[in-house]
């Protein structure tokens, strides 16, 4: 009896976690990587790699039609660094029941790129805060916009490449 009770816990605990999602929270952050010159007076990049949920997509960083919410990266003014470029992946063509135009969109895993350049006289270990802005939609379904906020960790052992 005691299997069968930790065996049904085991069951029901992905399930539980399922539950604790609200509707439209599809995207989560795999991985933040800092790749390049991680120093003072260095260039690095931190490439963000997103994670949608299966069946899932959010509109490119530029969509098909002007009223659509864009995915967007922003990245809190820090000391230490300066942003010089977001670069966001070419959006996929899809085309939803009912809309007469392929929508612009990134579905399963993708990554933006946030090109940084570090202040000589940077203190390193920087923590520097970010939002992932989206629309989850599943088909035609959109849900209401989310922020996911995490931080990129430059510098350290942590993160680097």
């Known amino acids: 009896m005691r299997k069968l009770f930790v065996l049904l816990a085991l069951v029901a605990l992905p ?7 609200k509707p439209g929270e599809a995207a989560s952050i ?9 120093k003072p007076g260095g260039n690095a990049v931190a490439i963000v790699k997103v994670k949608l ?3 899932w997509h959010v509109q490119s960083n530029k969509p098909s039609e002007p009223n659509f919410i864009p ?3 922003t990245v809190a003014p820090t000391p230490g660094f ?30 933006i790129t946030a090109l940084l350049t570090l202040d000589a006289k940077a203190r390193l270990p920087l923590t ?15 849900y209401p916009p989310k922020k996911l906020k995490f931080d990129i960790a430059v510098g350290g052992e942590a993160g680097q490449k």
């Open 71 to 73: 995915t967007v990266l």
């Open 15 to 21: 399930i539980s976690t399922l539950a604790q999602k």
């Open 128 to 142: 520097i805060p970010a939002t992932l802005s989206y629309q989850a939609c599943q088909g035609a379904t959109c």
């Open 53 to 55: 949920e299966k069946a």
């Open 82 to 111: 300066k942003l010089t470029a977001i670069k966001y992946p070419e959006g996929k063509a899809e085309k939803v029941e009912g809309l007469a135009k392929p929508l612009s969109v990134y579905d399963g895993d993708f990554q």
């Open 30 to 38: 795999a991985k933040v990587e800092i790749q390049g010159d991680a």
